[in-house]
């Protein structure tokens, strides 16, 4: 399925990331600059966008490679992984529907690593229903006024420029318009949230949070489908995450039932333990298929994605919650170790089957789309 030049490419970006980014102090709960800096010089964030060099970055999100960018950083570096996800996140609705001049302000410096983006839909009260949020977006001469909510936003409330998804007129989803607003915006405030993943997430308030006219991202009402837009991009991704974080569990299993000894040989011997590594490599490379596939099709411009995003992000996010918690019992006590590989990724492995749409919701949209024609 791949091609010699994109297994070239996955071999770099994990070499890259043992080589230069593990190395880097952990900050959890927190945005790591130093991180997405190094990141940023490694030339890893202007894969994000390419041609961002030149000054014209192709509108054209790749979501295969994308799909290979955050698996290989996933089985080395989940902080890495994460950072350099939530930058695209934030910044491809301005990739795909913002002006040039959005464009020109805000990615090259996501690109350098000098500005960092976060995607601010779920409130309170939408979640999973995401067309249900309130945040007001109220007409103020030429602008408008935003007043209310955000919540479980990552990076908040350390990010330079959010997507905002606030209404601006009572139709549920139709009433929906996205902004670029800068993070120092006066009446905009935030908090951190301590999460069991180390990931930065926080609380965001707006008190009549004031947005120009060319602060406006895309169409008046048609902000949803900015979202929807960006999170069939995604989906696939967040699924190559989980792959990533099944392969290193995986791996760390292969070693330790091979070299770990208990009733007079090595572990790898017993049935029951071969069996639960071959069930662990099964599903991880059925999961792993299904991503590509999902993202080979986003990028061949089906128009029928939403289907195949979710079956890719639902299996493999649920792969991989049973590929490391198999792992963490293979290993025994020493798994729940702090500090341990597969502690940290039983920590990790949890978030993924809730956020960009809970595992219920991906069902959801695959019942849904089997009685279409």
């Not at 994990?14 to 490694?42: F, Q, S, Y």
């Not at 999100?61 to 799909?67: G, S, T, V, Y």
């Not at 993924?352 to 089997?370: D, V």
Request: one cysteine or more; proline letters at 5%; aromatic letters at 6%.
């Amino acid at each position: 399925m791949l091609s010699q030049e994109q297994r070239e490419f996955a071999g770099e970006v994990k070499a890259l990331a043992a080589d230069w980014l593990v190395p880097i102090p952990h900050t959890p709960g927190h945005v790591n600059r130093d991180l997405v800096k190094a990141m940023a010089e490694l030339g890893l964030l202007a894969r994000l966008f390419p041609g961002v060099e030149t000054g014209k970055p192709s509108r054209d999100a790749a979501a295969l490679d994308l799909c290979l960018l955050r698996e290989a950083l996933a089985t080395q570096n989940t902080e890495a992984e994460t950072a350099l996800a939530l930058q695209g996140l934030g910044s491809y609705p301005v990739l795909q529907s913002g002006s040039d001049t959005q464009v020109g302000k805000w990615l090259p410096a996501v690109a350098a690593g000098d500005a960092i983006a976060a995607f601010a839909l779920t409130e309170p009260e939408a979640g999973s229903d995401a067309a249900a949020l309130q945040l007001k977006a109220e007409p103020d001469g030429d602008g408008w006024r935003l007043t209310g909510e955000k919540i479980w936003i990552s990076n908040a409330p350390e990010a330079d420029f959010y997507t905002v998804f606030a209404r601006t007129a009572e139709a549920g989803s139709r009433g929906v318009t996205a902004f670029v607003v800068p993070g120092d915006r006066p009446g905009l405030s935030g908090e951190h949230l301590d999460m069991v993943s180390p990931h930065p997430i926080g609380r965001l308030t707006f008190d009549g949070v004031a947005v120009r006219r060319d602060e406006l991202l895309g169409e008046e009402n048609r902000g949803f489908h900015v979202a929807m837009r960006t999170l069939d991009l995604f989906r696939p991704s967040v699924g190559a995450f989980a792959v990533g974080m099944a392969q290193a569990a995986l791996d760390a299993a292969i070693e330790h039932a091979g070299t770990r000894h208990a009733f007079g040989g090595p572990l790898k011997n017993q049935q029951t333990v071969s069996h639960t590594l071959a069930e662990m490599a099964t599903r991880t490379e059925a999961a792993r298929l299904l991503v590509y596939s999902a993202a080979q099709a986003y990028d061949s411009g089906e128009t029928k994605i939403a289907s195949r995003s979710a079956m890719a992000k639902l299996f493999a996010t649920e792969t991989a919650q049973y590929v490391v918690d198999a792992a963490v019992q293979l290993h025994g006590a020493r798994a729940l170790q702090r500090g341990h590989l597969l502690e940290q990724l039983y920590r990790e492995v949890r978030a993924p089957r809730i956020y960009e749409g809970a595992s219920e919701i991906q069902r959801t949209i695959i019942a849904r789309e089997l009685f279409r024609s």
